[in-house]
């Protein structure tokens, strides 16, 4: 029985080198992640996906709040009269806004966009908060869901629907604002890899590819396993483009009415898209144990023999104390077999097995998500050893995806290695700085500008596109 | 300047007894707990009121998880066809629903109602994950927010959108779903009362008051201030009447296939105005330590002179590692007269005031928030002093709450002392069970049914409205 149900679980997954779009879909369901609805593009995230986005928010906001940031909730409508006072903002915007026309009985005289995003409405309010220098910086950020109608849709990658953070702040100079989106660029990059164990290149975006409003968007980008690109995080400096037409304006300290200077920056549930892409493999999804509803899943073995399911219990509650997050799967409809399964198919970083001879051994047989390694440990250190396995779990989790990030990312000089490279990996090449190259690398092999490095060391002379005096160095990958 | 500040703030708030409607205003506002937006009947949480939100969302998911419940998220969105599957639910619902009717640039073939309560939805998805007994009961709760076209709104009491959770289960019995029903009223009446300090009367929903679709509806009701009623979070138990229409069925263990059993229950931002309602006094707001955001301010006074501000940072900083909530005042540009009234209009259940005398006798004058009364603590004792105070100030909060509610509930045989009685209290009562009488003392009084005790022990034989044989005990009152 054992065998059949490895072979079940097995078969329902396709192999990433086979389809790996089809393989992602595959371990969303079978994982149990989420599930399609009735709403077009609109997920229902279930409790073991939306564990793991508990736990996201939960480090993040930490995160937030000793940056000095404070949680806020702003109406999830906003009338069409605000949208439209950012040119660039509404043209970028409206073409995805879901319209509520009609409230109750009556039909409404003004339109109310379901928020896209939300710098029209926190400006709307910073322009009634800020009189003075001393009531700046607000350093605001919300946790919601927000509607974009997108036409193709995938599991958490993009959805209508889909739940994030927004961060809004405002700045009396803007040499505050470029500090705050440096600094939360650096909160999401080190969040991205020390605890999603995804590494990420960090840097800014073209003028092509910046948010529709801001003044220069900086982003951390991630490489899925199919040498793709995940853009994970984007962080914007606004300048005074929001606060002019809206009027957020201060009383200096030198007696002069100011413009206040505006950042905003966003994640969302697209990282559990990137966990899973990243870190996933044929037997399902591999969690970095920061983020899993489960770090450690004890599956007594022989449970009917005396004295097994006691013992596994008691260890599952020793480890609980010790402020772990623990399943013991004591089910008697399945087999051991299925359950080793199906706990790897869920990406539970460590299983341990309990049987009459391991507790006669006063051991526990411990299995790695990561490695696979088997190797028995004596009850009496389990506490101590199964913290350390998880630590080193979290660290092989990002070294694996770093040397894979890594080995895919190649200098190109040439439009035909930039092809070749962006199929399968990032390429770093040199840009002349026009839209016309990105355009045209778009068009010809389907590859957008990622971001570019902070490190702008030239590689090279000219552009890998029209053979023009470089000015940029820069990342080209495909992107989700 | 002190005094002048004093007199500032004091002048702002309307007296509760000349005028409760605008004390309650005035207050939410000075308290800065949430300001006006834009957009009809909706309002920004500002950080002072969120924080609140956010420690009430922590114990209370807590709880919800001690309980065995799990978090989701579902699609804010759910099509008109689903909300029309169950009459009285749409019937309910369909006049306060805002509707989107465009996506993007192209009409909708059907209208999408942006979620007014998850059942239909929710039933939807059961329908697709319930197959057989071993799938229940599922026990699933989401936090977000939901959209009520309301006519008129009051700032936490009543807006369009609020922020709240929802919990809905599946159970394979009529017995289960009850148990669940009650269990969860039971932890919304504890939370009420040993979390909020909000005394609560829990009781079934008569009729005409029950939700609509419920089979039987369930609530806690508060006493604020003015002697009204605040119905302050709802259990239902919906029996089979959505699992009916929207087929969720299982396979039960004898093999036959059956329609599950199903509840909701939810709570709201209402919980703010509840103690708000519930503690504030005329100097504002009076908040219980376990859901203020801030539990003890620290005010240095005299801060220019040496040692005073550092001294105060220290106790600061001690009882923050203690793992309490502490603001250091260390404003510069306001007097110690103006902190002290600021943080008794946010309800700061401690303050501590440290001046040049205090720190030479090793010593911080410690005033409580619910009583005014100032007592000098020990520095070396500091942390074990705040604690127990602010434990007793819980308990003081709580018990004056209660002898209010107490003592302005009364029983009532006439319909004369019943009008007395709903002008200012709750008024216990006999009913024969018919609607027609609750439709008179509405029409008359404008007081409604609350809810029907669970110790029904008769006070009288006759219904106080119609004087034919009552068959209930029920509590009537005016409410929000």
Redesign the interface.
Same mark, same amino acid.
């Given at each position: 029985m054992a065998k059949k149900s490895q072979q079940e679980f097995v078969q329902h997954i396709t192999p990433r080198d086979e389809d790996f779009s089809q393989w992602y879909t595959d371990v969303v369901r079978l994982a149990d992640l989420m599930?399609y609805?009735?709403?077009?593009g609109?997920?229902?995230?279930?409790?073991y996906g939306?564990?793991i986005?508990?736990l996201i928010q939960k480090e993040m906001d930490a995160a937030f709040k000793r940056t000095g940031h404070?949680?806020? =909730?702003?109406?999830?409508?906003?009338?069409e009269s605000?949208l439209l006072k950012e040119a660039d903002h509404v043209e970028g915007f409206a073409?995805?806004?879901?319209?509520?026309?009609?409230?109750?009985?009556e039909p409404l005289t003004e339109?109310?966009a379901?928020r896209p995003t939300s710098e029209t409405?926190f400006c709307?309010?910073y322009a009634?908060?800020v009189q003075s220098w001393?009531d700046l910086p607000l350093l605001?950020n919300q946790w919601? =869901?927000v509607?974009r109608?997108e036409k193709t849709t995938r599991p958490f990658l993009r959805t =209508?629907?889909f739940?994030w953070q927004e961060g809004h702040t405002v700045h009396a100079t803007a040499e505050e604002a470029q500090e705050e989106t440096m600094r939360m660029l650096e909160v999401y990059r080190d969040f991205c890899e020390n605890v999603l164990a995804v590494p990420v290149y960090c840097g800014q975006k073209s003028e092509k590819e910046k948010f529709a409003g801001a003044q220069a968007t900086y982003s951390v980008e991630a490489m899925m396993q199919d040498g793709k690109a995940l853009q994970s995080g984007t962080s914007h400096n606004f300048g005074t483009n929001f606060t002019e037409p809206f009027e957020v304006k201060f009383l200096d300290k030198d007696g002069a009415q100011k413009y206040a200077y505006e950042t905003s920056w966003g994640t969302s549930t697209r990282f559990i898209g990137a966990l899973i892409m990243t870190h996933g493999d044929e037997r399902g999804l591999k969690l970095p144990p920061k983020v899993a509803p489960v770090q450690v899943v004890v599956v007594p073995v022989a449970a009917h023999k005396e004295g097994v399911l006691e013992g596994a219990k008691a260890v599952a509650d020793r480890l609980t104390e010790a402020g772990l997050r623990v399943k013991l799967d004591d089910r008697d409809?399945v087999t051991p077999g299925w359950k080793f399964n199906e706990w790897e198919l869920k990406g539970v970083p460590l299983r341990l097995e309990i049987g009459p001879r391991d507790l006669e051994n006063r051991q526990a047989m411990c299995v790695r998500r990561d490695t696979f390694e088997k190797t028995p440990v004596p009850l009496d250190e389990i506490v101590e050893s199964v913290k350390a396995t998880l630590c080193a779990i979290q660290k092989n989790l990002y070294e694996i995806a770093r040397a894979f990030r890594d080995a895919r990312t190649k200098d190109v000089f040439t439009m035909e290695e930039l092809e070749e490279q962006v199929n399968g990996g990032y390429a770093r090449a040199m840009w002349c700085g026009e839209r016309a190259c990105e355009d045209e690398i778009k068009e010809r092999f389907g590859a957008t500008s990622r971001n570019m490095p902070f490190d702008q060391t030239p590689i090279a002379e000219t552009c890998v596109c029209c053979s023009k005096p470089a000015k940029k160095l820069i990342y080209f990958a495909k992107a989700y």
């Open positions: 599930d609805t009735p709403v077009r609109c997920m229902a995230i279930k409790p939306y564990g986005w508990e404070q949680n806020v =909730s702003m109406p999830m409508l906003i009338p605000l073409p995805e806004v879901a319209w509520v026309t009609q409230g109750g009985t339109r109310l379901i409405i709307t309010m009634k908060w001393r605001y919601c =869901s509607m109608w =209508s629907e739940l409809n």
